[in-house]
């Protein structure tokens, strides 16, 4: 398979495209409040533009040769599948039970498995974080992490390299701090962390 590049102004148009995209006054999966939500699951629910944007970032992971690709439940299973498809290797998925992530349905990893997680948007790298460490002690090597959107600023959160297709600036605030409360507005919760 190809493994086509996309540049941020083609990422950001898709984004467009798809809707998205949002504006408003919403809670994050981080607990965050911010005036904008993209919501991946939109950018990815057209097979071809999920392949697209899949093929995109395995492009950027490429050279580090992974052995497999594990995603978080939920955000990042499209993009997780994708990315794993254009590399050849196999995908895996941690999902949380009693609120803990979990390596589950029988995926197993090697000892020293080179893995690579991937994540649809990355704001403060806690799911990432914690499907890392369930790689971690399931015998894995975390050797990158990728996503889709970086909102998580100029710093990454992980000590691994990080790779993301696009870095959207978008504002997002301790609910104590969020401007959009203070209005007066009620924040939805659109994310998947329950």
């Known amino acids: 398979m ?3 590049g996309l540049s941020e102004e083609q990422i950001r148009a898709l984004l467009e495209e798809s809707g ?5 006054h919403f809670e994050l999966s981080s607990g965050l ?19 697209r944007v899949g093929r995109a970032l395995a492009r950027l992971l490429a050279s580090l040769r992974p052995r497999s690709i594990v995603a978080p439940a939920l955000g990042g299973l499209i993009i997780g599948h994708e990315v794993a498809a254009a590399l050849g290797v196999p995908f895996r998925f941690t999902e949380r039970k009693d609120g803990r992530m979990e390596l589950r349905r029988g995926f197993r990893l090697d000892e020293g498995e080179r893995v690579v997680i991937v994540e649809d948007v990355v704001t403060t790298g806690r799911s990432t974080k914690e499907a890392a460490e369930v790689v971690r002690a399931a015998g894995g090597d975390v050797i990158a992490v990728g996503s889709i959107i970086n909102r998580a600023g100029d710093e990454s959160p992980f000590g691994e390299p990080y790779f993301a297709l696009v870095d959207l600036d978008l504002p997002a605030w301790e609910p104590a701090q ?5 209005q007066g507005t009620k924040a939805v919760k659109p994310g998947s962390r329950t």
């Open 178 to 182: 969020c401007p959009l409360c203070k």
């Open 2 to 4: 190809r493994l086509e």
């Open 20 to 24: 998205a995209l949002t504006e408003g």
């Open 33 to 51: 409040h911010s005036p904008a939500y993209v919501q991946c699951a939109l950018l990815l629910e057209e097979p071809e533009r999920a392949r």
